[in-house]
């Protein structure tokens, strides 16, 4: 199973930029996908993502700007940033937690996993 980010770039503060994390492989259902962000000499922290009961979640650095949402047919989510900060500069990562299919002597026993994407690099700049 593969987690492959897309959509970063240089964006001026207060722009817009739609990030995705799309997975792919031996998937049976994915369980939830967070999006997290690593700044420069920063811990990794958590940036938005659903909750097992399918509401978002939000930092509070991020909230009323950023905005997650799912396509489940192509196990594929989205963060839409908005009004982005300097503070922003960052590389985003997705992680999902999911249920991979696997086979065991001939018996279908799916297996939980807990992967990450390599990233994609947001540069917040004028």
């Known amino acids: 199973v593969q987690l492959v980010e897309s959509g970063g770039g240089l964006v001026q503060p207060g722009g817009s930029l739609r990030l995705s994390c799309a997975a792919s492989?031996?998937?049976?259902?994915?369980?939830?996908m967070d999006w997290y962000r690593q700044a420069p000499g920063k811990q990794r922290e958590l940036v938005a993502g659903f909750t097992p009961s399918g509401s978002t979640k939000y930092a509070d650095s991020v909230q009323g700007r950023f905005t997650v949402s799912r396509d489940n047919a192509k196990d594929t989510e989205y963060l839409q940033l908005n009004s982005v900060k300097p503070e922003g500069t960052a590389v985003y990562y997705c992680?999902?937690?999911?249920?991979?299919?696997?086979?065991?002597?001939?018996?279908?026993?799916?297996?939980?996993?807990?992967?990450w994407g390599r990233g994609t690099l947001v540069t917040v700049s004028s």
């Open positions: 992680r999902a937690d999911f249920l991979a299919q696997r086979w065991v002597e001939g018996d279908y026993d799916p297996e939980y996993l807990d992967e």
């Open positions: 492989g031996n998937i049976d259902s994915i369980n939830f």
